[in-house]
């Protein structure tokens, strides 16, 4: 008869016979095992002080099978050979390089140690004696209490048909938001193009409305549309997404990275969206997935009794952790727009594609801003320090209080700002100030003011002004010739000081110069007059030249 094991039933049933005085041989045919297999079981059972009962009266009790089974186990088993006693020899060299590399690698190893163990006896010896490809141990988590948690996962799940534009045989792909209850098991699934925050808050939107309620927790997979950071212990949520938590009342809990077992309620719904609800589906829009995952997690999958809960979901749902949600929102949530601007040189700082002034002690910072449909606010520390109302892109919102008062005039052509600073200097500048001003285009003309302040601060107010009521006198409006007067002492009719005085004008050297001798060639001398024939007064003019004579008398007539 072939080797087969014999459960506990068996053995009870031949222990059964034999106090009941039932022969060896008759067990044996019975229960269809060997007699010498009946032989050591009745054997065992002696040790144990098992006999029959006068009458054939049955007295097993379970504590009595425990100890003939305890006894049966503890036969020593077929013996190891030599590789195991090897095995044995080398545990400390195995253990050590089985924590760094493969045990096919720890056999090669050992062969170049000249120590050969075949592969199966040294794997047997690592998964009974090191613990080798044994996992941890898998302790459930209790399920909380109904309506606290919903767990949440994203993956791709199935694609669209293609269009009538596209390329024959593709196909457009899309994700999906899948919202697990983890008490009830029920679903709701919510397709996206694109796995951002944006289309994370939409799909949680059209959850609660789905559920007709608001679970105080959401637990998350790391996702980069929610969780920036992750970490174990402290994970860091998108700034948006948990302003979106902290409007609508729940908490997030990010699982730990690379951790399944976090989440297990939605780990694998991924795979059953995606063979389930969307395979061989032919779906022609974003809008037909919708509807499509809307009604497979509320017909389909909802009205399935689930193999944990052995409920349906809908039903558990509806029942036990509906009346438990929080109130469904009423308003839609605007999602607002997180921005880190820096505030440039102008003082103004960009929030998506428009300008914002920010007072002067910001400028070169780099400010928190956050955007709404009507305001702009800007925080530095998380203070406030600015406010805007929401402009479209391409405008500038500037606030005159944030520049200074000489800045704000010209940044926004106060022209009374400037008269008014000239008045200040006195009467005749600010008369000359007016009268520049004074045109049908005054912001053209407005640094021909700046101008003449800065005479101001250059000369004083004292000579720039009896400077322009000389000009205004005589009609002359020009800051730069106003400015030759002043800088030339002329404005009283005074002369001005030497210091004053022009520089002498030196009359730099040739650049190109050069002595004679640097030259190859000589250079040529002009030829000398030729005497004339003619006339004696032509043969005395060439002759040699005069004495020179004194300015004061006359010229002598030539002698004849």
Known sequence: MPYREVGMLEVKEVLRLWLGGVPKKRIAAMVQVDRK??????????????APAPGGVVTLTDDQLAGVLLALKTDPGRRHGTSWERCIEQRAFIEKHLAAAKLSKVRRLLLRH???????????????????????ATIPVRDPEPGIEVQLDTGWVGSFAPDL???????????????????????????????????????????WEYFGGIFPV????????????????????NRVFREYSQARGFHVDATRTRHPRDKPRVERAVQTVRDDCYAAEQLQSLDDARERGRRWG???????RHSSTHRRPLEYF?????????????????????????????????????????????RGKRLLARADRTTVRFYLGGILVKTHPRLPPGQRSTDPADFPPEKAAYANRDLD???????????AIGELAAIILDGPLPWTRMRRVYALLRLVQKFGSARVNTACRTALAFEMYDVRRL??????????GATPPPSAAAPATVIPIARYLRPAGQYALPLPTPPAPLPSTTTPSAALLSGPPLPAVPSTTSTPELPS
């Open 298 to 304: 509320r017909d389909e999958y909802g009205m399935r």
């Open 417 to 427: 700002f400037l008269k008014h600073q000239a008045d200040l200097h006195g009467t």
């Open 318 to 362: 509806d029942t036990i952790e509906q009346p438990r949600l929080l109130p469904a929102p009423t308003v839609p949530y605007e999602i607002p727009l997180w921005a880190e601007p820096k505030v440039a040189r102008d003082q103004h700082a960009q929030v998506d594609r428009a300008l914002y002034s920010l007072p002067l002690e910001y």
């Open 37 to 50: 297999t009946v032989r050591r079981y009745i054997a065992k059972a002696k040790e144990q002080g098992l």
């Open 165 to 207: 534009f596209g390329t024959v045989g593709t196909r457009r792909r899309f994700r999906a938001w899948i919202f697990t209850a983890v008490c009830s098991r029920h679903r709701f699934v919510y397709p996206a193009q694109r796995e951002t925050t944006a289309s994370a808050i939409e799909a949680c939107e059209a959850a």
């Open 218 to 237: 959401l637990i998350v997979d790391n996702t980069r549309a929610i969780v920036d950071d992750a970490d174990a212990l402290g994970a860091q949520i």
């Open 114 to 136: 000249g120590v050969e163990i075949p592969y199966a006896t040294l794997h047997r010896f690592a998964v009974a004696e090191l613990g080798y490809g044994r996992a941890a």
């Open 483 to 492: 400015q030759r007067i002043i800088e030339s002492g002329r404005e009283t």
